[in-house]
């Protein structure tokens, strides 16, 4: 190989890495920061508050799943979307007990799995499908005990 021709492979290699970061998904990030604007939890909000409402709201996506119905499927499709927001925000907040940079990654991971796996229940319940949704949502509950397993 020439000079010239390691040049050009050079900068094709920088043109590739610039274009990969450029392309990289945007989905994967989060709604906040997209617009702009970094999210930092309010005063008085933390993980102890957030998952009991997590698991609220988990509980109350598949009681109305159960119930069914045309109520029932409604609240559990706007449930799952609000639990899904929760997921999305999640990597913004910590625990003492989830220490170190593996842990604090596979934290991110977990949460957005999870969002993913919530936001899929929302066009199955749509389509009034209680058994599908119910399948779906105890396949996400092992991606929540994942996470609680991190826990020293
Ligand atoms: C990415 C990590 C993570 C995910 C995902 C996660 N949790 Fe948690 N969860 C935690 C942590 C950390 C705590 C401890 C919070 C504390 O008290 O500081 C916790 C605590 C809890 C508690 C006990 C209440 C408390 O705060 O001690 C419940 C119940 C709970 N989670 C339910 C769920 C359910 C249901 C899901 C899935 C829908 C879920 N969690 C997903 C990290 C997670």
Redesign the pocket.
Same mark, same amino acid.
């Given at each position: 190989m020439n000079k010239t021709t390691i040049l050009a492979l050079s900068c094709a290699i920088v043109l590739l890495g610039v274009a990969a970061i450029l392309t990289s998904n945007p989905s994967a990030g989060i709604a906040a920061e997209k617009a702009g604007k970094a999210y930092k939890p309010g005063p008085g909000i /933390?993980? %102890? %508050?957030?998952? $009991?409402g997590? /698991?609220a709201?988990?509980?109350s996506i598949m009681d109305n799943a159960k119930k069914g119905g045309r109520k029932g499927f409604k609240a559990a499709r706007h449930q799952a979307y609000a639990?899904a927001t929760l997921?999305d925000v999640?990597?913004h907040? @910590?625990? $003492? @007990?989830?220490t170190g940079a593996e842990k604090r990654a596979?934290? /991110?991971k977990?949460?957005h799995?999870?969002r993913d796996e919530?936001l899929a229940v929302g066009p199955v319940l749509k389509k009034k499908d209680g058994k599908g949704a119910l399948a779906l949502l105890e396949k996400?509950?092992k991606? &929540? $005990?994942? &996470? %609680?397993e991190?826990?020293d």
């Amino acid at each position: 190989m020439n000079k010239t021709t390691i040049l050009a492979l050079s900068c094709a290699i920088v043109l590739l890495g610039v274009a990969a970061i450029l392309t990289s998904n945007p989905s994967a990030g989060i709604a906040a920061e997209k617009a702009g604007k970094a999210y930092k939890p309010g005063p008085g909000i /933390d993980t %102890h %508050h957030l998952m $009991e409402g997590v /698991d609220a709201t988990f509980s109350s996506i598949m009681d109305n799943a159960k119930k069914g119905g045309r109520k029932g499927f409604k609240a559990a499709r706007h449930q799952a979307y609000a639990l899904a927001t929760l997921m999305d925000v999640l990597p913004h907040f @910590e625990s $003492e @007990e989830v220490t170190g940079a593996e842990k604090r990654a596979k934290w /991110d991971k977990l949460s957005h799995q999870l969002r993913d796996e919530i936001l899929a229940v929302g066009p199955v319940l749509k389509k009034k499908d209680g058994k599908g949704a119910l399948a779906l949502l105890e396949k996400a509950g092992k991606t &929540c $005990e994942a &996470c %609680h397993e991190m826990r020293d």
